[in-house]
């Protein structure tokens, strides 16, 4: 029971977490265009764009300092310190009046992101090796709860106007943040604890220290591809439904809860019989074979309800992540956890920042009157891609079966 509970806080965190991010994701382009009345959508998707990319611009920064900060003094004090600064990050937005103030509330908001890989390094604390896979997938199957519930909620919020679902999701951050400091109990001992380190907190060092690990570095290389590809869909997905499809909030509330209820089915039962019949090495692989045919479908789709059909077959895809994630953790040892967590937060986040301002970009051309061709789904094709060049590259990878 003293380890149930607290797993139980970890999954629930990541709920709320990705319940606050879902909630205010339907109502982003009605806002964006509220607080710029002059724009068109393809604009208001950049500036969704520049919003998104300081968000993980922020994660790039603080996620190995709040790593590390956590393999010195703990998961716990770290989770629900950055549980009650997001909460503030969402009252700004709420108030916020102007884009800039947005902007504000977006970077505060990436500040305190450390939540997800705090989370993940509290699970490799208390998961043994063969479980990892497992407990991560169980992890990211609270991601998926809370994408369900998320845009749900948020599409029925937004109809008592635009700052409802920013109060909702702070509301949500504190509420949690009040559980943790009840029920959470510490997972790293003080033998595992690893002193902080400045140079650990740099994102350009810390890549350095975990690369001193192993086929550690090569891995990173494959996820970075696939940080990349995936990112397209908090990129461009809400933008691009709008455009080709003309999906209301509510609709585009529906597609997220979709592909949320899918990602829980795939990350909460599919991943464990995945490592088990098949092992990390072969699920990775197969996440990423799912991958790339699906993107390039949805580029291509020309039915509302066809795209519709489409989004479980996009969450079957994620199967790899977890299995990525547990070849990885396998490889460090038990004082570099948060770490190693830190660093896949900020690889993700840098790659997202790629992405973010790269594809809204190719969106806004290619869904614009002076495109060559009008091909709003061109940054699919371009995930596409980028998963194809991550499967080449792990295919090269020399793992063994026990990795």
């Keep these: 029971m003293t380890v149930k509970l607290p797993i139980l806080f970890i999954v629930l965190t990541v709920v709320i977490d990705a319940m606050g991010i879902g909630l205010i994701i ?3 382009p009605q806002l964006l265009l509220e ?11 950049i500036w969704g764009g520049i919003m998104a990319m300081l968000f993980s611009l922020m994660q790039f920064l603080f996620g190995p300092m709040l790593g590390s900060l956590s393999d010195q003094y703990g998961r716990k004090p770290v989770l629900l310190i950055t549980l009650v600064i997001m909460a503030l990050g969402y009252l700004i937005m709420a108030l916020a009046g102007g884009i ?7 970077i505060i908001g990436g500040i305190s992101s450390a939540t997800q890989s705090t989370a993940a390094a509290y699970i490799a604390d208390v998961s043994k090796p063969e479980e990892k896979s497992g407990n991560f997938g169980l992890v990211s199957a609270g991601f998926g709860i809370g994408f369900v519930l998320g845009p749900l909620l948020g ?9 409802a679902p920013f109060y909702a999701a702070g509301l949500l951050a504190l509420a949690n943040a009040l559980f943790g400091a009840l029920v959470l109990n510490e997972s790293l001992t003080a033998s595992a604890r690893r002193a902080f380190k400045w140079r650990h907190a740099n994102p350009l060092s810390a890549f350095r220290y975990i690369g001193q690990f192993k086929d550690l ?3 990173l290389r494959v996820s970075f591809c696939f940080y990349v590809g995936i990112a397209v869909y908090p990129a461009v997905w809400v933008y691009f439904a709008t455009e080709r499809f003309d999906w209301s909030p509510g609709l585009i509330g529906l597609s997220l809860a979709v592909f949320g209820g899918s990602t829980f089915v795939v990350q909460a039962v599919l991943i464990r019989l995945a490592a088990r019949y098949l092992g990390d090495i072969k699920t990775v692989k197969l996440g990423l074979m799912i991958q790339i045919p699906t993107l390039a479908m949805i580029a291509l789709v020309d039915s509302g309800a066809l ?3 489409l989004t479980p077959l996009a969450a079957l895809g994620s199967i790899g992540t977890p299995a990525l994630q547990a070849i990885m953790s396998r490889a460090v040892d038990a004082e570099s956890q948060g770490a190693l967590q830190g660093v896949l937060a900020s690889l993700n986040a840098f790659a997202t920042m790629l992405a973010l301002l790269g594809m809204t970009q190719v969106f806004a051309y ?3 009157s002076g495109a060559i061709i009008y091909l709003p789904g061109a940054p699919f ?3 596409a891609l980028l998963m194809a060049i991550g499967l080449g590259l792990f295919g090269r990878l020399h793992l063994s079966t026990k990795s």
């Design 217 to 219: 570095t090569p891995l």
């Design 381 to 383: 094709l371009m995930s």
């Design 155 to 163: 599409g029925a919020l937004v109809e008592f106007g635009t700052r």
């Design 26 to 28: 339907p109502v982003m």
């Design 307 to 309: 795209l519709l059909a």
């Design 35 to 45: 607080v710029l009345p002059t724009a068109t959508l393809g604009q208001a998707a």
């Design 366 to 368: 290619f869904s614009g």
């Design 100 to 106: 800039w103030l947005l902007l504000v509330g977006r």
